[in-house]
């Protein structure tokens, strides 16, 4: 595994990794409908971009490809975290999130806080996160149950 910032000409890749994640992930706690809507984001390419253009990501690489990413912004949000499926429970995640975390720390942040979903939330829990609210939030019509998570951001911690 290698991690490294991302870049411009990564945005292709990590949309297809994006969709791959949703479909094969996200199929243990969605249904056919919040998938399709969920996986839609990847097609909206100049969003997509847009997105991953503003604050600051990592990729986990696994044979030279884009395996997992995570994107910081602004930079006391993790607004993106996945894995493709196939690299799925292999620490890929784990690795990229404590990337962006000491990322913000050195940036003088004392707190994270995300919108996780029912697939991210066990991890994010494991990470420190503790939820604040659940909420239901609407795309294109379709209910998603997310939850805002925070961490307090201590030394060494």
Do not use: N
């Amino acid at each position: 595994m290698k991690i490294r910032p991302y870049r411009p000409d990564d945005v292709a890749a990590l949309a297809a990794l994006y969709r791959d994640a949703v479909e094969g992930l996200g199929a243990a706690a969605y249904g056919p409908e919040q998938i399709a809507v969920w996986a839609a984001f990847a097609d909206e390419h100049g969003a997509f971009r847009a997105r991953l253009s503003e604050g600051f990501a990592l990729v986990a690489e696994m044979d030279g490809a884009p395996a997992a990413f995570c994107h910081l912004h602004p930079l006391d949000h993790i607004s993106l975290l996945y894995t493709a499926t196939r690299f799925a429970r292999q620490g890929l995640a784990t690795a990229v999130y404590r990337g962006v975390e000491a990322y913000a720390r050195d940036h003088g942040q004392s707190r994270l806080d995300t919108d996780a979903s029912k697939i991210s939330r066990p991890f994010f829990a494991r990470e420190g996160f503790e939820v604040v609210r659940v909420e239901e939030v609407q795309r294109l019509g379709v209910c998603f149950e997310r939850y805002t998570m925070e961490k307090e951001l201590t030394d060494g911690v």
